[in-house]
Every structure is written in C-alpha cells, then in structure tokens.
C-alpha cells in the first residue's frame, strides 16, 4: 500500500507540474541557475568518469579481439557501445548520485525549517518556484553533459588504443567511422533525456515528502539516489526495447 500510494503521490506532482508549464518564462531565471548547477557543476565528476571509461572499453575490446577480430573494430566497439549505452548510462548514475541528492536535501532543508510553508503563505505556488526548473534544467542538461561524455569517452578510448595497445590514430578513427549511425546518437540523447527527467523528478518528490528533521534530510537524499540509479537502469532497457525494436528498426 505504501508503494501505491507513493505512485499515486508523484503522479500527482508530475500533474501539477504539467500544469504549471504555461507559466516557466516566470522562473526562467532560477531554470538557468539549475542548468548551470546540473550541468556545468557536473562536468569535472563526468570528465573524468568518461575518459576512463573509453579507456577502458578500448583496452577489453582489444584483449577480447586478440588473434580473432582486426584492431581496427576497436574503434567501432568504443565508438557504438558508448553512444547508445555508457555514455548515458554512466552519465546518468553519476549525475544522479551527485545533482539527486543535492535536489533531494535542499527541498528537504526547506520542508522541515517550513521555508515551503512561507512560499505558500505568500501566494507562491512551491511546484512552479522549485521543483519545474528542476525538472527542465535536468531534461535539458544531462542530454548536453552527454555529448561532451561521449567525446571525451572517445577521446579517451583513442588515447587508450594508442597508448597502450599501439594501435594508429588513423585505424582507430577508421573503425569508429566504419559502422557509426545517426541512429545511434539519437538514441543515447532520448535516453539521457529520460534520464535526466528522472534524476530531478525524484530529488524533487523526495525533499518534498522530506519530515523529521535532519535525519528526514538524510533519509530524503539516500532514498532520491538510490530510485533515481534504479529508474535509469530499468528505464535503460524498457527504451532499449523501444528504440532498437521500434523506432530504430530497420
């Protein structure tokens, strides 16, 4: 009963979130300063988790492929694995872990000091004040933190292949380009928009259920990370299924 009417709970906030929508040129200037929050302030934690990734997916590519499969579909394993799945996959948990809980505290900071109750004293619908910038600046952000997550996966995967398995510059972009599709990019950008729609819609529901002092903040913030890492990679294969099944389909 608990989980139902949890359900019932968010659907109600997606709800008068929708509503609100007409009236987001009013909180445009709050919407940039989450973007910014989300997006710039995630990029040192992705930069590095990117690049070693790419490193490391050319390194078992080519370990997987030795005396079966020429180096150069190196390239092309690094290249298709990291559009359609790492990139905004790892993407999403690490900037879940970080941008979930930080919404999911300081929604939560304000419910249990009454700052949201004051918001409403003063006429302030709270859902269009706080939790509708969140949720477009994720929508719209993590897609963008994607595309620099993917280019420096392949860069690091480059640098992986001729560093450590000596392969030439010229192969390595030969096999990335050998099977790349358009497909493949649009693919990872609808996912991380899921994504990111997911991450900011669970801080957000999480702080505002957020009681009893500080340890409700704490509990708001564990559970926001840990439904946000769960939805992404459940959501992960129901689009996976949709994409490649369905839209996707040759």
Same mark, same amino acid.
Request: with cysteine; hydrophobic share 55%.
């Given at each position: 009963?608990?989980?139902?009417?949890?359900?019932?709970?968010?659907?109600? $906030?997606?709800?008068?979130?929708?509503?609100?929508?007409?009236?987001?040129?009013?909180?445009?200037?709050?919407?940039?300063?989450?973007?910014?929050?989300?997006?710039?302030?995630?990029? /040192?934690?992705?930069?590095?988790?990117? !690049?070693?990734?790419?490193?490391?997916?050319?390194?078992?590519?080519?370990?997987?492929?030795?005396?079966?499969?020429? *180096?150069? !579909?190196?390239?092309?394993?690094?290249?298709?694995?990291?559009?359609?799945?790492? =990139? /905004?996959?790892?993407?999403?948990?690490?900037?879940?872990?970080?941008? #979930?809980?930080?919404?999911?505290?300081?929604?939560?900071?304000?419910?249990?000091?009454?700052?949201? *109750?004051? $918001? @409403?004293? $003063?006429?302030? *619908?709270?859902?269009? %004040?706080?939790?509708? /910038?969140?949720?477009?600046?994720?929508?719209?952000?993590? /897609?963008?933190?994607?595309?620099?997550?993917?280019?420096?996966?392949?860069?690091?995967?480059?640098?992986?292949?001729?560093?450590?398995?000596?392969?030439?510059?010229?192969?390595?972009?030969? #096999?990335?380009?050998?099977? !790349? @599709?358009?497909? *493949?990019?649009?693919?990872?950008?609808?996912?991380?928009?899921?994504? =990111?729609?997911?991450?900011? $819609?669970? =801080?957000?529901? %999480?702080?505002?259920?957020?009681?009893?002092?500080?340890?409700?903040?704490?509990?708001?913030?564990?559970?926001?990370?840990?439904?946000?890492?769960?939805?992404?990679?459940?959501?992960? %294969?129901?689009?996976? @299924? !949709?994409?490649?099944?369905?839209?996707?389909?040759?």
């Amino acid at each position: 009963m608990g989980a139902v009417a949890e359900l019932g709970e968010l659907t109600i $906030l997606v709800g008068r979130m929708i509503r609100t929508l007409p009236k987001l040129h009013k909180t445009l200037r709050l919407t940039l300063v989450q973007m910014n929050e989300m997006g710039v302030g995630s990029l /040192p934690l992705v930069v590095v988790t990117s !690049f070693f990734t790419g490193g490391v997916a050319a390194v078992q590519a080519a370990y997987q492929f030795q005396g079966w499969i020429p *180096d150069k !579909f190196v390239g092309s394993v690094v290249g298709r694995s990291v559009l359609i799945e790492l =990139g /905004p996959v790892l993407t999403g948990l690490v900037v879940g872990g970080r941008v #979930g809980a930080s919404i999911a505290a300081e929604l939560g900071t304000m419910k249990v000091t009454e700052q949201i *109750d004051a $918001l @409403e004293a $003063l006429a302030i *619908d709270s859902i269009r %004040y706080l939790v509708l /910038p969140r949720f477009i600046a994720g929508a719209v952000m993590i /897609p963008v933190v994607t595309i620099f997550a993917n280019a420096l996966a392949i860069f690091g995967g480059l640098l992986a292949a001729v560093g450590s398995i000596g392969m030439s510059t010229g192969t390595y972009i030969e #096999g990335l380009r050998f099977f !790349f @599709e358009m497909s *493949d990019v649009w693919s990872g950008m609808i996912k991380s928009l899921v994504f =990111g729609a997911i991450i900011a $819609l669970m =801080g957000c529901y %999480y702080g505002l259920q957020t009681s009893g002092g500080a340890e409700g903040v704490g509990r708001s913030a564990t559970r926001a990370v840990v439904s946000s890492c769960l939805l992404i990679l459940i959501s992960d %294969y129901i689009l996976a @299924e !949709f994409l490649f099944s369905w839209l996707f389909a040759e």
